[in-house]
């Protein structure tokens, strides 16, 4: 029955004994199936009301001698609006990455420039903070992909350890390879996390410090597409950290990847 989803799980005990159970999940898949499809349509839903209203909020900012509480009022808007929108397109993104399986890419993504191009950003997203950004990386090595997502990936790696550590501090970006794995670390000696959080860091909307990270911008989002990429690329996310010392986030990918 092509509408029934089954489960096979198998276990071996004993010698050359093994006990299969299967399960119907077809119920909990179609959960599973409409709640994707109800956040993709809320965010999608929601970006042209917001947009139309962010357009508003800038046409009267600029009226010619606003009274100052109108003005602080509209630049809250203006920035509320802002945060929506990273909010809004974050969803959208990772309602994207559950969703689409079937065509993903499997096209040579060229690490030293997609890297470098981050490098950039993050430097100009520190701007007087002057973070010390180093990056290492072999010229040839390509992994097999897709550059977009990959680029959202690490990006948003390198963004938080810039967010999440003080002014000039060193923010390492690393790759390397072995027999069996590519690996791309991103390094800060910032804030870092206690122990007890990282189970479920890359849970949705998960944060450390909700009072502190707002201040930041951040959606509470970002590492959970970050998992949600490595996932369709075969990878995985290694975190160590240290509250007070820094982080270390680490995507690895099977030697397989290789371009
Ligand atoms: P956010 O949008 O809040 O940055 P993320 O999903 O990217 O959301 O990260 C989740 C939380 O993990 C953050 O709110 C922050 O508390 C913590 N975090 C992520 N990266 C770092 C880092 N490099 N150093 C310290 N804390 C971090």
Request: aromatic share 4%; charged share 25%; with cysteine.
């Amino acid at each position: 029955d092509g509408d029934k989803r089954l489960l096979f799980q198998i276990t071996r005990f004993g010698q050359g004994e093994h006990l299969m159970i299967v399960r119907d999940i077809t119920r909990i898949y179609k959960l599973e199936q409409m709640r994707k499809d109800f956040v993709a349509n809320v965010s999608h839903e929601l970006r042209t009301p917001l947009t139309v209203i962010r357009g508003y909020v800038e046409t009267l900012s600029m009226t010619p001698e606003m009274p100052p509480v109108w003005e602080k009022a509209l630049g809250q808007m203006e920035q509320q609006g802002q945060r929506m929108t990273a909010l809004i397109n974050d969803l959208i993104a990772l309602s994207k990455l559950e969703t689409d399986s079937s065509d993903h890419d499997q096209l040579p993504v060229k690490l030293q420039p997609l890297l470098s191009t981050i490098k950039s950003d993050a430097e100009a997203l520190s701007g007087d903070k002057s973070h010390q950004i180093t990056l290492n990386c072999d010229n040839q090595l390509a992994l097999l992909g897709n550059e977009k997502e990959l680029h959202s990936a690490i990006s948003n790696l390198v963004f938080n350890a810039v967010k999440y550590s003080p002014e000039g501090a060193n923010v390492d970006i690393q790759v390397s390879e072995d027999n069996q794995h590519i690996r791309i670390a991103v390094i800060d000696n910032g804030n870092g996390i206690d122990p007890i959080h990282l189970p479920r860091l890359t849970e949705r909307f998960y944060r450390v410090d909700s009072s502190r990270t707002s201040a930041t911008g951040g959606t509470g989002l970002g590492l959970a597409i970050v998992k949600h990429v490595l996932l369709r690329h075969k990878g995985q996310l290694e975190i160590e950290s240290k509250l007070g010392k820094g982080s270390q986030f680490t995507c690895v990918f099977p030697v397989s990847r290789k371009a």
